[in-house]
């Protein structure tokens, strides 16, 4: 196989019957290297040092490794604040709030005809006293506030530790505090985290 400084280009004498003058004979092993190492996101370049193709990952600027970050730290945000919900629908999740205060109401022994109307039917017709459903209703939602604000203080910590960094500083500094932002936010609310290569 034979690479082109100045195409950028491999050939091979067997397809191409046009060869640039400056290609130079590359290993067949190296070449099988280059090509994995381009699937990876690599650029193949020429070296001026080594006189021959080398692969070089684009260097990330580290505005784009922020803006990235704080993309993972919402999604993760996210899918404590999903977790939490237990996959309740937005319009389930709508009535919580008129429940927890209904249960609250009841248990406090102050609820209206309809908030107590509103239990018994989401009682449906089980063999539940609405005390008994209050406690759980109230329990639950208070469950689910506690977790929203965990994940909501996870996701704070997560961007003050990225606030700080200046764009000056190496890509390799950079990378290392959002890799420890993330994996802290992550184990902090028992989520996996996500790696710098993860964009989706």
Request: glycine share 4%.
């Amino acid at each position: 196989m034979l690479f082109s400084p100045g195409s950028g280009g491999f050939y091979d004498r067997a397809i191409h019957t046009e060869i640039p003058a400056d290609a130079v004979e590359v290993p067949s092993h190296t070449y099988h290297t280059l090509l994995q190492a381009q699937t990876k996101g690599a650029q193949i370049v020429w070296d001026e040092v080594s006189q021959m193709p080398v692969a070089r990952l684009p260097v990330a600027d580290v505005a784009s490794l922020l803006t990235l970050a704080r993309q993972q730290i919402d999604r993760l945000h996210a899918q404590a604040l999903e977790r939490a919900a237990g996959g309740a629908t937005p319009q389930e999740q709508a009535t919580w709030v008129l429940k927890a205060n209904a249960a609250r109401n009841l248990l406090d022994g102050i609820a209206s005809a309809d908030e107590t109307a509103l239990l018994k039917r989401e009682a449906g017709g089980r063999d539940v006293r609405a005390a008994e459903l209050a406690r759980v209703i109230f329990a639950k939602h208070q469950d689910f506030l506690s977790a929203v604000a965990e994940a909501s203080a996870a996701r704070a910590v997560a961007k003050r530790a990225l606030a700080h960094l200046s764009k000056n500083i190496s890509e390799t500094a950079a990378r290392a505090a959002i890799t420890s932002a993330l994996t802290e936010m992550a184990n902090s609310l028992d989520l996996a985290p996500p790696s710098m290569g993860d964009k989706a």
